[in-house]
């Protein structure tokens, strides 16, 4: 197998792994050479090395074998380099890291403690900010200042595409330009759980401990995945209260907020909810149609002369509203295509190219969205929303999230009633039947009912 053989075998990894995967394991390896059915690569740190050995050496050993290469397995090591010799660098692997290598140059840090790689995309210059991300993105502002820590922990919070791992890339970047001196650390809590589990089985604890201890700004991505991993959690506990207690950063971000993981021990919920906890809510559309205008920008530098004809942008903010990956890869792959076949960006073209995307983006309501919008309509809290009370100035809203939830979504009865502090489903049998009498009896509550329902449709 030859670099150029590796280079095929990249692409096509890439479509197997994913984007993110391929990015984060994939793309920092460096080909050396193969021999004896052993395909060599350099890596930037053991850690690396040993996550993609466990992860992804088995596909890469597959691909190779069906791309018709005598590879029977893959063997890690980091790079020894030669000061003398630099032009020799890529002739030998180490089998254990050179002391005087340096750091990954956003950690600061020594290489056997180096995070997940940053992408260089996420900056605070490429996040749109609109009403429903606007705390946070303070939030992470401030915190990147790397001035005196003012709120411990940041955790940011909210479903898929919403700009949570942006915005924690966006605050390493902000510290490795202002702050050169603070050690900080990126890394998922997958990573933070094999490298725990690492040391447990290397015996060496209290050099985890000790690394982990040093940092100036620990950043842990989708949290939820320690939850009902006991003995991760308790490291993370230990490691968390020792990083607090020297008034060190910790940011934090989950798919939900701390007492929703399921799994997760209720000290370690109190401790997550003792900093300041924000929602990054779903995006409207007038910040989808943001992230698009400056997206199409950067698309037309990549195709000059391509035409988008005028309401195309319009059409895909209102039309995928989910998830802003997957409209930024809708926009990608619609220029992509236009440029392929020679044709102008039009009505029709979008809509052939990008129809299992369309399909796939149907509006679809959620219970949450619907508490919400409920309790900003009634100017009433959330948690009075869900909660025990039974006070008519909560009873009646809550009626109606529950009647809004029966017939804008799929949930059961049983499954609204959990959503609504753990109600039983005749509870909620009862509301949706109340709000049914109502809407005949009581005209406002049939307009409220009317322009919840437009609204949340829209």
Request: hydrophobic fraction near 40%; charge should be neutral; aromatic fraction near 8%.
């Amino acid at each position: 197998m030859t670099l150029d053989d590796w280079g095929q075998l990249q692409d096509i990894l890439r479509a197997s792994v994913g984007k993110n995967n391929y990015t984060n394991w994939i793309g920092p390896l460096s080909f050396v050479g193969a021999k004896n059915g052993v395909a060599s690569f350099s890596v930037p740190t053991n850690f690396l090395g040993n996550y993609v050995s466990q992860n992804f050496g088995d596909m890469i050993v597959y691909q190779a074998q069906q791309a018709g290469h005598d590879i029977q397995r893959v063997h890690f090591a980091v790079l020894k380099a030669n000061p003398a010799d630099t032009s020799k660098q890529h002739a030998a692997i180490a089998p254990k890291p050179d002391t005087h290598t340096p750091a990954q140059k956003f950690s600061r840090i020594p290489d056997s403690l180096a995070g997940a790689p940053l992408d260089k995309r996420f900056t605070f210059d490429t996040f749109v900010v609109g009403k429903p991300n606007e705390l946070a993105h303070a939030a992470a502002r401030r915190v990147a200042e790397g001035g005196p820590v003012t709120f411990n922990p940041l955790f940011l919070y909210g479903g898929v595409g919403l700009g949570k791992t942006h915005l924690m890339h966006a605050i390493a970047h902000e510290l490795q330009s202002a702050r050169p001196d603070l050690k900080v650390l990126y890394l998922s809590a997958e990573q933070f759980m094999y490298r725990f589990v690492q040391a447990l089985r290397e015996r060496k604890m209290m050099d985890f401990k000790s690394l982990f201890r040093a940092v100036d700004v620990l950043m842990v991505d989708d949290v939820q995945f320690i939850g009902g991993k006991d003995s991760t959690q308790e490291e993370f506990f230990h490691t968390f209260n020792a990083l607090v207690d020297q008034n060190k950063q910790i940011i934090i971000s989950a798919d939900r907020a701390p007492g929703e993981i399921k799994g997760l021990e209720d000290r370690i919920k109190s401790r997550l909810q003792c900093g300041l906890v924000v929602d990054l809510h779903p995006t409207d559309y007038e910040l989808r149609l943001g992230i698009l205008q400056s997206k199409v920008e950067i698309q037309k530098a990549q195709y000059p002369g391509l035409h988008i004809d005028e309401g195309i942008i319009e059409f895909l903010a209102h039309r995928i509203s989910t998830n802003v990956r997957v409209l930024e890869g809708a926009l990608t792959r619609l220029f992509a295509f236009a440029s392929l076949v020679g044709r102008e960006i039009t009505m029709d073209l979008t809509v052939d190219c990008l129809s299992d995307v369309l399909r796939a983006s149907e509006r679809k309501i959620t219970v949450e969205e619907i508490q919400r919008r409920v309790s900003e309509h009634y100017n009433i809290r959330l948690s009075e929303l869900i909660g025990p009370k039974r006070v008519r100035n909560f009873a009646r809203p809550r009626q109606v999230a529950m009647y809004l939830c029966k017939q804008l979504t799929s949930r059961s009865l049983p499954e609204i009633g959990r959503r609504f502090g753990g109600r039983d489903h005749t509870t909620v049998m009862h509301g949706v039947k109340r709000i049914e009498e109502l809407k005949i009896q009581d005209g406002q509550i049939a307009e409220d009912i009317e322009m919840l329902r437009r609204a949340l449709e829209e």
